[in-house]
């Protein structure tokens, strides 16, 4: 039939000259609509405290204070899913007292502000190698997660210890073990069903991925899920980031045209 199917999106594509061109698949956003799901790089703590000359621990709170904005900002918009990358499976590099401030706030997090997100019907989900925190964090997560797994509001989910490699990595593991207990044929192995080995089994994949600080990278977030975002790499230092950079991302998403591979139209 000279056709290639792509497997799970199940997008049949025609070779040239073999066969009639199917009918182009309906964009998943059109031009102008709200991002399902935005996903946020916190990037530019350090370089907000230096700028005041204050330790960056400083810049780390007012970081945590911009979560808040960001958070309210996303349930304003009618943002279903938000996910925000607090901490890299790289930055356990980082000097002792930086990790330990960090795991300290994460901490302060849990025990003061889960019980609000609850009043917010936020759901909260953990994404990332949680187990690397300890038992007590660890423990907490699973307990903020359960409090509000009932919630549908807003879906908030935090990178912690995360890192798309290892994430996918880990998912290979796992699939190549059922493959060898005989439990799963490789070659039904599709990407639906390789998805469903992520952390983020059952989320949709993000639509837009803002990293503030003018850094453009995707310093190992969401590799498998941000195959066809959009990106943004605002200049503002996420301790600065507010309702309106907010508000601005999302403007700037709806005039983007989506095209997922096809053809612009004409
Ligand atoms: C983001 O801010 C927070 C984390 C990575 C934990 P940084 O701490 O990376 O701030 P800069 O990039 O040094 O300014
Ligand atoms: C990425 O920021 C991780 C988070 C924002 C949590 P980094 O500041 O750690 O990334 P690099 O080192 O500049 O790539
Ligand atoms: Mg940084």
Known sequence: MGLINTGAAAQTIALPGTAPAPKRPAPRAPTGSVPRHVAIIMDGNGRWAAARHLPRLAGH???AQAVRRAIEAAIRNNVGWLTLYAF????????EDEVSDLTGLLRHYLRHEVAELHREHVRLRAIGD????G???SRELAQAERLTEGNTRLNLTVALSYGGRSEIVAAARAVAAAAAAGTLDPA??????????LFTAGMPDPDLV?????ERRVSNFLLWQAAYAEYLFPEV???DFSASHFESALADYAT???RYGTRPEP
Do not use: H, K
């Open 237 to 239: 230092l996420w301790p």
């Open 188 to 197: 039904a192995i599709t990407e639906a069903s390789f998805s469903a080995y």
């Open 61 to 63: 709170r007012a970081g």
């Open 88 to 95: 890299s499976s790289e930055n356990w590099q980082r000097p």
């Open 130 to 133: 949680r187990a690397r925190f």
């Open 210 to 214: 803002i990293r503030t600080s003018g």
């Open 135 to 137: 038992a007590e964090i």
């Open 256 to 258: 983007r045209d989506r």
